[in-house]
């Protein structure tokens, strides 16, 4: 490989987000040319998305004194440096760039920012209205402009006004582009136009929270209740914030408050509750029937048909199951009440899997006279529990939601508004989503189409690996009473294999539009299961089954690249085990590998994975095991 493709491939890795092998990359090129100025950059840039400042400012600066008359690394050096409030040495940056490209509306307006940062308010207005007579449309610009002339006591009460909302609306911009700490800017400096604007207090919270500064959010919140003591949208980010405090009492007060702003539905309805003696009396589910449907030669549990069918039904049944578990349940609830529309339309059952204390109360602190709870008599684990919901449920459509997930705004009114119309041969339906840390932040996102319409080559696709998950996905009730229920053997992916089981048969809708969102967290079964190892013996079987009723040419050539698929995604996932010292459930994965895949490729790549520094542990295992 030369140098130049070299460098190729670690700006690659570098937008691919690879750092690791980017890094490599890059310090590979300078091994060969100490003083190669791209390189060099791209450490730069690395370096400072990795959170490493003093590292990024070593290498750009190197890299400014090999190739003196680049505006990009100029410009770079000048932002580093703004983002560490060095503003004296950002400016002399910026002024090194813009003697290069004395046309750049960035430079002259981060040059501006820079100066105006110092309490230079006159060259700082200079620089922005340079940039403003380039592009009059240039709002960053026009923003900090007004922003320095408020600072100067020389805007009226209208021009304030108008600079409040464009600074607003410049966090808001940031924000969605994930520059948190630019929008905690943006938002400060429209209160200070603008004091009673409650939105931008409001938004501000919601960045304070996110970066974990809670106190400081909850007295953005209670500033914009001040102002607006009316505002659903911030008693419900409030409920967000007591929950994360784990402060239960605070939070049900706080969503219930926010719900009865937010929709009047759910208003009308614990108005009506807090009136009436009528209580939910039964919360035992009725047993589940012991009738099995066979599908491809495999036994599922039979889905009942709905009991009074002659009676009104809803399009929609929220089944919502819970066990032991209360730190997400109240933001689930609010999610899906926010958007309920009344019992003709969506019907809401949490199905609570003989948690050691009942979850009753909890429930109904925000969902009484509306959601309704039922406790299994015993445990029947995770897809037991599934299966009981579905078959307690009276709607067209059935929207399995965990506990520890939540729905955007738009979730059932979308998918709605596209179901209503669709064919019987539409059995179930996604939406786009995002999966979420501990801390709330988005860490992947989801969008399997880019248009809404039927879901093409559906069944190659969920055959060989599943991409979606279940806060996304919503199943016709019809198709669970023709072909059953979750296979209770499956605590892993009982989903995925009905999901290839339906698909074998009906066609399936995308909703593009990112509405649902899946939380990634310590206490999630899925984490259990991976730790343990018990997760691929659950992939396998899933594997094994469905190739009984993908059984024509096409399947077979799913279930084949199923499996190569699943036995690299095994060599990828056995490292999480064996870093946190679990070896038994390491090489319980690397047996469900061999077992998925034993050819010779497999096996050569197993070996090599094996030669890892890393996996000394498990070798030593692996011998033992041997000289038994």
């Known amino acids: 490989m030369t140098d130049s493709q070299i460098l190729e491939l670690a700006v690659q890795y570098h937008r691919s987000h690879r750092f690791t092998e980017a890094e490599q990359a890059y310090r590979q090129v300078l091994k060969e040319q100490p003083q190669h100025p791209e390189a060099l950059y791209g450490l730069g840039m690395l370096a ?15 890299a400014s004194q090999v190739q003196p008359d680049s505006v990009k690394i100029w410009f770079s050096l000048g932002n580093l440096r703004l983002a560490q409030e060095q503003f004296d040495s950002a400016a002399s940056a910026y002024c090194q760039a813009l003697a290069l490209k004395p046309d750049s509306l960035p430079i002259y307006n981060n040059l501006g920012y820079a100066l105006q940062q110092q309490g230079l308010f006159d060259e700082a207005i200079n620089y922005y209205q340079k940039a403003l007579e380039l592009k009059p449309d240039f709002i960053e610009a026009d923003a900090n402009l007004g922003n320095a002339l408020h600072a100067q006591g020389k805007l009226s009460s209208e021009q304030q006004l108008h600079y409040a909302q464009l600074n607003h609306k410049l966090g808001v911009a940031r924000k969605k582009a994930g520059d948190g700490k630019t929008a905690v800017a943006y938002y400060r400096q429209a209160i200070a136009l603008q004091p009673d604007l409650v939105e931008a207090h409001n938004n501000l919270g919601v960045v304070l929270a996110e970066q974990g500064k809670l106190e400081e959010a909850i ?38 408050q926010g719900l009865k702003l937010i929709n009047p539905h759910y208003a009308k309805a614990v108005d009506a509750e807090e009136v009436s003696a009528a209580a939910q009396e039964n919360h035992t589910p009725p047993p589940l029937p012991q009738q099995e449907v066979i599908v491809g030669g495999h036994h599922f549990p039979a889905i009942p048909t709905v009991t009074n069918p002659e009676q009104p039904r809803p399009f929609w049944s929220v089944v919502i199951p819970v066990y032991n578990r209360r730190d997400y349940l109240l933001e689930c609830l609010a999610s899906v009440l926010a958007q309920w529309s009344g019992e003709e339309e969506m019907e809401i059952l949490v199905i609570d899997d003989a948690s050691p204390s009942p979850l009753l109360e909890l429930v109904n602190s925000i969902g009484s ?23 307690i449920s009276r709607g067209e459509w059935i929207h399995l939601l965990h506990d520890d997930d939540y729905i955007l705004p738009g979730f059932y009114a979308r998918l709605k508004q596209s179901l209503e119309a669709c064919s019987d041969s539409i059995g179930a339906a996604f939406t786009g989503y995002e999966n979420i840390n501990e801390q709330g932040e988005v860490v992947f996102t989801q969008q399997l189409y880019d248009r809404r319409g039927i879901a093409q080559d559906w069944l190659q696709r ?23 229920g979750y296979h209770p053997e499956l605590t892993y992916t009982s989903d995925w294999e009905f999901y290839k089981r339906l698909a074998a048969v009906y066609d399936w809708w995308c909703e593009p539009e990112i509405l649902a969102r899946y939380r990634q967290h310590s206490q999630s079964k899925t984490t259990e299961l991976l730790l343990s190892g018990s997760q691929m013996t659950s992939i396998r079987r899933a594997i094994e089954i469905s190739q009984a009723y993908l059984n024509s040419d096409r399947g077979a050539e799913i279930t084949a690249k199923s499996r190569v698929h699943h036995f690299n995604y095994c060599l990828k996932l056995a490292a999480i085990p064996l870093k946190a010292g679990n070896i038994v459930g390491t090489l319980q994965m690397l047996q469900e590998a061999l077992k998925l895949d034993r050819s010779p490729q497999a096996v050569a790549n197993l070996f090599r994975w094996l030669t890892q520094d890393e996996a000394a542990p498990i070798r030593e295992k692996i011998a033992l095991k041997l000289l038994e």
């Open 48 to 62: 400072q998305q990795l959170g490493e400042p003093q590292t990024a400012e070593q290498w750009l600066s190197a």
């Open 219 to 256: 007295a953005c919140y209670e500033k914009a209740l001040q102002i607006d003591p009316n505002c659903g949208e911030v008693y419900y980010n409030l409920g967000k914030i007591y929950q994360d405090q784990h402060n239960l009492t605070a939070a049900a007060s706080a969503y219930r």
């Open 369 to 391: 006279g509306i959601v309704r709870y039922y406790r299994n008599p015993q445990n029947l684990g995770l897809p037991g529990n599934w299966n009981a919901g579905v078959a």
């Open 462 to 484: 969920i055959g060989v690996s599943n991409p979606l998950n279940m806060p996304a996905v919503v199943i016709r009730r019809s198709a669970h009473e023709r072909l059953g």
